[in-house]
T-cell receptor, first 108, second 115 residues
Framework: KNEVEQSPQNLTAQEGEFITINCSYSVGISALHWLQQHPGGGIVSLFMLSSGKKKHGRLIATINIQEKHSSLHITASHPRDSAVYIC??????????FGTGTSLTVIP | DTEVTQTPKHLVMGMTNKKSLKCEQHMGHRAMYWYKQKAKKPPELMFVYSYEKLSINESVPSRFSPECPNSSLLNLHLHALQPEDSALYLC??????????????FGPGTRLTVL
């Protein structure tokens, strides 16, 4: 069993739709990260969370420490949001664990 | 400068070659990381350096040899690789280890092909 599970694995949405990607983890964490990877390889850090909620533009990330669960929301999705979204957690021993990623395709 | 640079972008090598990957950052970060990523898989952590000392080695074969000559530079020396080592090699840096400094900045990666 992976320490970090993401769902869904693949997601196709129409432009403008509200999108939610979920991440559940089984280890004690000190921080959770949401990363975005476009085709071609480059990875961008979107959020680092240890509690509550963060918002950046059309992206919102939430975390529930008690339930060991985080969500990434994209409002008014756009084709340029098409990418792989990866949840990663830093456990209390400074080890990183990555989810398997959610591949998002937004259709115009 | 909020960038992590990696060279080369692409590398093709034979199984008997010796080559090196280079990673550089000038953000004053004291933790640097090497990851290996196969197609359609998440990155796998290989090595972590903290304050120029090897902090984590995730049981990586000895044909991969990391080096951190100073706080801005991280190298990955490659020798006698196998075709299954073909992958995207990503470098990242963060202010430090631990939650407070753990946001990682990634380089664009080196796409390695071993023939």
């Amino acid at each position: 069993k992976n320490e970090v599970e993401q769902s869904p694995q693949n997601l196709t949405a129409q432009e403008g739709e509200f999108i939610t990607i979920n991440c559940s983890y089984s280890v004690g964490i000190s921080a959770l990260h949401w990363l975005q990877q476009h085709p071609g390889g480059g990875i961008v850090s979107l959020f680092m969370l240890s509690s509550g909620k963060k918002k950046h533009g059309r992206l919102i990330a939430t975390i529930n420490i008690q339930e060991k669960h985080s969500s990434l929301h994209i409002t008014a999705s756009h084709p340029r949001d098409s990418a792989v979204y990866i949840c990663a957690v830093l456990n209390t021993g400074n080890q990183f664990y990555f989810g398997t990623g959610t591949s998002l395709t937004v259709i115009p | 400068d909020t960038e992590v640079t990696q060279t080369p972008k692409h590398l093709v090598m034979g199984m008997t070659n010796k080559k090196s990957l280079k990673c550089e950052q000038h953000m004053g970060h004291r933790a640097m990381y090497w990851y290996k990523q196969k197609a359609k898989k998440p990155p796998e952590l290989m090595f972590v350096y903290s304050y120029e000392k090897l902090s984590i080695n995730e049981s990586v074969p000895s044909r991969f040899s990391p080096e951190c000559p100073n706080s801005s530079l991280l190298n990955l020396h490659l020798h006698a690789l196998q075709p299954e080592d073909s992958a995207l090699y990503l470098c990242a840096s963060s202010q430090g280890l631990g939650a407070g400094g753990s946001e990682q900045f990634f380089g664009p990666g080196t796409r390695l092909t071993v023939l």
